[in-house]
């Protein structure tokens, strides 16, 4: 709703004929309201020589802050970013998110869980995640006896008995 002012340049009632609606106008334009609820930092994964990485934006954190966690087939990062003005300030704006985050990630495939790094730095949380070796398959051949044929071991067994 723009502003009405009169020819003086000062603001003109509102219908009701009061400065409070004009007051609470102003109110609402300087006050953004956020509710208390997990909130979810900006997410990038991709993979990179044979490697999956995930980088997550969230600045004003310590290495101690995060909790990171290879749960299944799931990547889990949490934590908690502390507000960064005092408590007792009155804002006039609010888009910085504070308090406790989480974002998950899916695994298209099974990770090396013994290879995985993860540093922060400038504001970005890096994890590497390399591909899990490929388990290779043993055959083991079998091998048949003619059933006239006996074994030195089964003799030995037979006779002990």
Request: net charge negative; glycine share 4%.
């Amino acid at each position: 709703m723009p502003d009405e002012t009169s020819r003086s340049g000062k603001p003109e009632r509102s219908e009701t004929g009061t400065d409070l609606d004009t007051a609470g106008e102003v109110l609402r334009r300087w006050v953004i309201v956020r509710h208390a609820t997990i909130w979810h930092p900006p997410t990038d994964v991709y993979e990179l020589n044979e490697r999956l990485v995930v980088v997550v934006e969230i600045a004003g954190m310590r290495d101690s802050d995060f909790n990171v966690v290879l749960q299944g087939q799931r990547l889990i990062i949490s934590g908690v970013r502390p507000r960064n003005t005092p408590p007792d300030s009155a804002y006039h704006q609010l888009e910085i998110p504070f308090g406790e985050f989480r974002t998950e990630v899916s695994l298209p495939w099974s990770v090396s869980r013994e290879d995985v790094t993860a540093n922060y730095r400038d504001g970005f949380l890096r994890i590497e995640m390399p591909h899990a070796p490929v388990q290779k398959i043993q055959v083991v051949n079998v091998e048949t006896q003619e059933n006239d044929q006996v074994s030195p071991d089964s003799e030995a067994l037979t006779q002990e008995e």
